[in-house]
C-alpha cells in the first residue's frame, strides 16, 4: 500500500502522495490562502500533536502524522504499511461498529477506544473521527483525529479507586465500630471509659445499671463527678478516691481492687490504660458482678466452720478462738478465760422416746437459749452430739464463769415446747479455767469435760469446776481402761456367788453371780472399782458375756450334781449390755450350749436400763419372757422410781435396795418404803427380793412386812465355787 518505503520517515515529509494537500476541507478563505497550500497544511498536520489518520473500509492506513506513529509506537511509516487499523484496536469488532454509524451520514463522532501497539502496550485514546468519499476514487474513507487520554484516564481510575478505598475503610471502621459497641454491650461487665481529660467517653448499659446511674451521664459528667457519685455507694468510698488520685500521678498502671457497696454487692474491678501509638489516651474501668460468687464462697467458709444443725461455731472454729485465747492469756497477766463443757442430760433419752426430729429440734432450741445467757463477745459452739462448749472472754475469777453456769443451767430447766410437746432438759456442766498455763486447746477441753462427767457422776444437773485431783482420776480411769483389757485377754474375771434364801422354806432358791477381778498384783478387786469404768467404755458388754456364760456353766454344774435342788442363777445385765441388740440371740446360745433350763436364768437390770429406751426394752422383754428367762428390777427404789410405768414391763422381781434395808429398824421412815415396795410388788403380781440384809432385827421387820425372799451378809457373803459345793452339800 505505501510505496515507496521511506528509509525513516520525519514528521515534515508528506504522508502519503494521494491524499497529500487533501486533508483540510474545504477551500480556505483567500486572506488565509497560505493555509491551503498543501505544504502548509503537510506541514500543520505533522506538527500537531494529535495523531491524524485516513483509513478505508479494509482498515489499511493510508495516511498519518508523526504524532499518530507515536502514539501506535511505530517508528517509520514502513512498519506503520505493515499495521491493518482494525489490529490497532484492543475489540476490533468495536471498530467495525463504528464505521457502520460513519458511514451513515459524514457526522464528526467520537468514540473511546483502547488500542494496542505492536509492543503490546496499550493506550486509551480519543477518537474524532468523520467519513469522507474520495473525490477522486469515490471511495469511503476515514479521517480520525486521535487524543492520547490514557494518563488522564490513569489519574482517573487513580482518583476512582482511591475514593472506592476510602469508602471501603470508612465501611471498614463502621464495622468496626459497631463490633466494638455490639461487645461492649453483649458483655455482662460494665465498662466505662474515660479520656484523657478525664471526661467520660463511653459507657455501656450494663454500667449503667450496676451504678444505677442515668444515660444522660455520657457527656455531661466528668471523672471526678462520677467518682464522688460511685464513691457514695461504696463501703470504703475513700479507697476509691484515693486509687483515682494515684492513677493521675501513675497513668500507666493497671489495677485491680475487689470493691464493696453499701447493698452489699460486690464488684471486682478492673482498670488498664487506653493506649494509641504508645501515648496514653484515656482509661477503660471494667465492674464485674461477683456478688453470688463471693456470697458462695463465703457460705462455704460459713459451713466449714458451724454446725449445720445450730448453726453454732463448731469444733474447727472453736478450737481455734480457743487457741487465740490460749495466746492472749499468755501474753497478758491481766487476761483470763474459762471453758465450760455442756452435755446434755438425759438426751438419749429425749432422742429415743419423742424421736430424732424433736431431738434435733431440741438442740437448736438448746443453742438458741445458750446464746441469750451469754455476754457480747463470748462464744458458744456444738462439737458435736448433745455436747456445746462454752467460751467466757475475759473474766476476773471463777466466779464470773460459775454466775453464767448457773444462768445456762436455770436457763435450760425451763421446758421447751417443741412441736407441741412440753420437753424439760437439764445440763451437767464442766469448767475449765486458763489459770493452768495450757498450751493446746485440747488440753482445756479435756480438762472442762473430766470435770464434766464429775458433773455427771455427782447426780447430773450441776457443774463442776476442773481441779488436778480430776485429771489424776482420769488418768487412773485411762489406765484402768488398759489393765481391764488385759485382764479380759487374760482371763483374770472370776465370779463370787451369793445365795438368795426363802424364808418360807429357809432353803436356798439360787445365788446371785458377783463379779470379781483376780488382779495379779492387787489380789481381787471389787466390782465398784471397775464396774463403772467398764460401762463407759463398753467394755462391760464383753465382761458381762464371760460372767454369762461362766455362770451358767457352773449352774448346769451344780444341778447335774445336786439334782435335788431347784437353784437359779441371777446374773446381773448393765445398761449397755441391756441395749445391746443381739443380746437375747446371745443369752439364748449361751443356754443352749449348757442346756440349761431357761427357767433357771434371772437377770438383774436397773430401772435406768429399761426407762432409757422404753420400746426397745418393752420388747427385749417380751422376747425374754417368751424364752421363760425371769427378769427382776435391781437396785428397786434409787432410779426414777416412777411407779406408774412398771406394770408396761415384764419383771418377775423387785429387788429393794440395799440402802433401804440397811435403815429399816432405825429411823422407821425407811420401813415404810420397804413396806410400799412389798405391797405395790404384790399388787403387780410381782416377787420381792431384800438384798444387804446384814442384821437379824432387819430381817424380823422383813419378814413382818411381808418379804419372802432375802440376800445378805447376814446369811452368807458371795462365795467362791467351792464354798458354795459345801454349801450345797451341807443342805442336801
Ligand atoms: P448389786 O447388783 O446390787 O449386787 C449386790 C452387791 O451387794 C454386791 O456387791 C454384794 O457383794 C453386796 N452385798 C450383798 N450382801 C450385802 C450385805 O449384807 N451388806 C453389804 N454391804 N453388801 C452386800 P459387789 O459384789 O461388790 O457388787 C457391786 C455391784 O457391782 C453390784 O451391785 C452390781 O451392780 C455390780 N456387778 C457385780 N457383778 C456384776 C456383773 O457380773 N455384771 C454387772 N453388770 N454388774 C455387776
Ligand atoms: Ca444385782
Ligand atoms: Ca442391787
Known amino acids: 500500500m505505501v510505496s515507496p518505503p521511506q528509509p525513516e520517515s520525519s514528521a515534515t515529509e508528506p504522508v502519503h502522495p494521494q491524499i ?88 464528526v463522532r467520537e468514540f473511546e477506544i483502547e488500542i494496542r501497539r505492536p509492543d503490546g502496550g496499550r493506550r486509551t485514546v480519543l477518537d474524532s473521527c468523520t467519513s469522507v468519499r474520495d473525490i477522486d476514487s469515490e471511495e469511503l474513507l476515514f ?52 479520656d484523657a481529660s478525664g471526661r467520660v467517653e463511653t459507657c455501656n448499659r450494663k454500667f449503667l445499671e450496676m451504678w444505677r446511674l442515668p444515660e444522660e451521664l455520657v457527656g455531661t459528667t466528668d471523672q471526678d463527678g462520677l467518682v464522688g457519685v460511685m ?38 474491678r478492673y482498670s488498664i490504660p487506653q493506649r494509641q501509638g504508645g501515648t496514653i489516651m484515656g482509661r477503660v474501668w471494667s465492674y464485674r458482678d461477683v456478688t453470688a460468687r463471693k456470697s458462695a464462697e463465703m457460705r462455704l467458709v460459713h459451713d466449714a466452720f458451724h454446725d449445720a444443725l445450730t448453726n453454732l461455731p463448731n ?79 475475759d473474766i476476773i475469777d471463777v466466779s464470773d464463769a460459775t454466775r453464767i453456769a448457773d444462768r445456762i443451767q436455770r436457763e435450760l430447766n425451763l421446758p421447751f415446747n417443741l412441736s407441741g410437746q412440753e420437753v424439760f432438759t437439764s445440763a451437767s456442766i464442766g469448767i475449765a479455767l486458763s489459770t493452768s498455763n495450757y498450751e493446746r486447746p485440747d488440753d482445756l477441753l479435756r480438762d472442762a469435760d473430766i ?30 481402761e488398759t489393765d481391764l483389757r488385759r485382764a479380759l485377754d487374760r482371763e483374770e474375771f472370776r465370779i463370787h456367788y451369793q445365795p438368795i434364801f426363802s424364808l418360807i422354806s429357809g432353803k436356798v432358791l439360787g445365788f446371785e453371780a458377783l463379779v470379781r477381778w483376780q488382779h495379779p498384783q492387787r489380789g481381787t478387786i471389787l466390782p465398784d472399782e471397775f464396774v463403772q469404768v467398764a460401762e463407759e467404755t463398753g467394755l462391760i458388754v464383753l465382761i458381762g ?45 449361751v443356754l443352749t450350749a449348757w442346756d440349761l433350763d431357761p427357767r433357771s436364768l434371772r437377770l438383774e437390770i436397773t430401772e435406768s436400763a429399761i ?81 444387804g440384809v446384814e442384821r437379824p432385827e432387819q430381817l424380823a421387820i422383813l419378814r413382818s412386812l411381808g418379804c419372802e425372799k432375802v440376800q445378805g451378809f447376814l446369811f452368807s457373803p458371795p462365795l467362791a465355787t467351792e464354798s458354795v459345793r459345801a454349801l450345797l452339800k451341807a443342805r442336801v
Open 231 to 268: 464513691a457514695e455507694q461504696l463501703k470504703d468510698g475513700d479507697a476509691t478516691q484515693r486509687r483515682v488520685k494515684e492513677l493521675e500521678t501513675n497513668p500507666e498502671l493497671e489495677t485491680y481492687d475487689e470493691i464493696e457497696l453499701k447493698d452489699g454487692r460486690v464488684f471486682e
Open 611 to 691: 426407762i432409757e429406751n422404753a420400746p426397745a426394752a418393752i420388747e427385749a422383754l417380751a422376747r425374754l419372757r417368751a424364752l421363760g428367762i425371769l427378769v427382776d428390777l435391781d437396785d428397786f427404789g434409787t432410779g426414777y422410781s416412777s411407779l406408774g410405768y412398771l406394770h408396761r414391763f415384764d419383771i418377775d422381781a423387785l429387788k429393794i435396795d440395799r440402802s433401804f434395808v440397811s435403815n429399816i429398824g432405825e429411823g422407821g421412815e425407811n420401813s415404810e418404803i420397804v413396806r410400799t415396795i412389798v405391797n405395790l410388788a404384790r399388787g403387780l403380781d410381782m416377787d420381792v427380793i431384800a438384798e
Open 545 to 589: 458375756r464371760v460372767v454369762l456364760r461362766e455362770a451358767c456353766r457352773q449352774l448346769r454344774e451344780w444341778q447335774v450334781q445336786f439334782p435335788h435342788q431347784t437353784l437359779t442363777i441371777s446374773v446381773n445385765i448393765s445398761a449397755k449390755q441391756f441395749r445391746q441388740p443381739d443380746l437375747v440371740d446371745h443369752i439364748s446360745r
Open 451 to 480: 470435770a464434766m462427767y464429775r458433773a455427771k457422776a455427782l447426780g447430773k444437773q450441776r457443774y463442776e469446776v476442773f481441779d488436778s485431783a480430776m485429771h489424776a482420776k482420769a488418768v487412773s480411769q485411762l489406765q484402768l
Open 20 to 107: 497529500a494537500g487533501r486533508i483540510g476541507g474545504a477551500s480556505p478563505p483567500a486572506r488565509l490562502r497560505s493555509l491551503t497550500d498543501a505544504e502548509t497544511l503537510k506541514a500543520l498536520v505533522g506538527n500537531l500533536r494529535e495523531g491524524v489518520y485516513v483509513t478505508n473500509l479494509q482498515g489499511e492506513i493510508l495516511d498519518a502524522n508523526t504524532a499518530f506513529l507515536d502514539m501506535l509506537g511505530v517508528t517509520s511509516l514502513a512498519e506503520l504499511s505493515r499495521i491493518n487499523a482494525f489490529d490497532i484496536f484492543v475489540d476490533p469488532e468495536q471498530r467495525v461498529r463504528e464505521l457502520e454509524l460513519l458511514r451513515q451520514d459524514g457526522a
Open 143 to 194: 479521517h480520525g483525529v486521535l487524543v492520547d487520554i490514557t494518563e488522564r484516564k490513569l489519574s482517573e481510575r487513580a482518583r476512582e479507586e482511591s475514593q472506592a478505598s476510602l469508602e471501603r475503610s470508612t465501611a471498614e471502621l463502621q464495622r468496626a465500630l459497631s463490633l466494638l459497641s455490639t461487645t461492649l454491650e453483649s458483655t455482662a461487665d460494665g465498662i466505662l471509659v474515660i
Open 315 to 393: 469444733r474447727a472454729l472453736f478450737t481455734d478462738l480457743l487457741a487465740r485465747s490460749i495466746g492472749r492469756a499468755k501474753r497478758r497477766d491481766d487476761y483470763a478465760f474459762a471453758l465450760l463443757f455442756l452435755d446434755i442430760d438425759r438426751f438419749k433419752v429425749v432422742n429415743d422416746s419423742l424421736g430424732h426430729l424433736i431431738g434435733d429440734h431440741l438442740l437448736v432450741a438448746i443453742a438458741r437459749r445458750l446464746e441469750r445467757c451469754l455476754r457480747p463477745g463470748d462464744t458458744v459452739a456444738r462439737l458435736g452430739g448433745d455436747e456445746f462448749t462454752v467460751l467466757l472472754d
